[in-house]
């Protein structure tokens, strides 16, 4: 299991040279299944290339130290991903999406979430409000649409007290 917030800014390595090719930019999140669609990437020569997108489908491996992939091939532009640029344009990348419940009760907005790293689905979101934090199973979740996500009434949810609350 992986923590978003650990992905960020680790390497992109090529299996077929051996060589880093780039560094995690953003995730993009398939708003359907709760999975990770792809990686966007910082190319090695940053100052040089425009930002490039790789497929879950060319991950060879996916681990707190960074992402395998192929070969750096598998670094495309984000238009030649019709999918991941329909999810991208959404807003369904990154933090700070906005969970309320389908009655409309506002939970707080995702600070972090936990991937499993052999399917690349989210287990986790881990959400802030105020002083509150909460932790949602993906298994709570009726939608995700773009920046917002909706999740089940009925669900009692982990209630992780903040440092603030604990220390009182």
Do not use: W
């Not at 690349?120 to 909460?134: E, M, P, Q, S, W």
């Amino acid at each position: 299991m992986l923590l978003y917030s650990k992905l960020i800014g680790s390497p992109i390595a090529g299996l077929k040279d051996s060589a880093k090719v780039g560094t995690v930019a953003d995730l993009i999140i398939n708003d359907t299944d709760l999975t990770v669609a792809a990686v966007m990437v910082v190319p090695k020569l940053s100052f040089v290339a425009k930002q490039k997108v790789v497929s879950s489908t060319d991950f060879v491996h996916l681990t707190k130290n960074g992402l395998i992939i192929s070969d750096e091939e598998a670094l495309v532009e984000i238009s030649e991903l019709v999918r991941v640029e329909t999810l991208y344009k959404n807003k369904c990348f990154g933090l700070a999406q906005k969970v309320v419940t389908k009655s409309g009760a506002y939970i707080g907005h995702v600070y972090d979430y936990l991937i499993d790293s052999a399917t690349c689905a989210i287990h986790k979101f881990y959400v802030k409000k105020l002083l509150n934090d909460r932790i949602i199973p993906a298994s709570a979740v009726i939608a995700m649409e773009g920046k917002l996500i909706t999740i089940k009434d009925d669900k009692p949810y982990v209630f992780v007290p903040s440092v603030e609350t604990a220390m009182d």
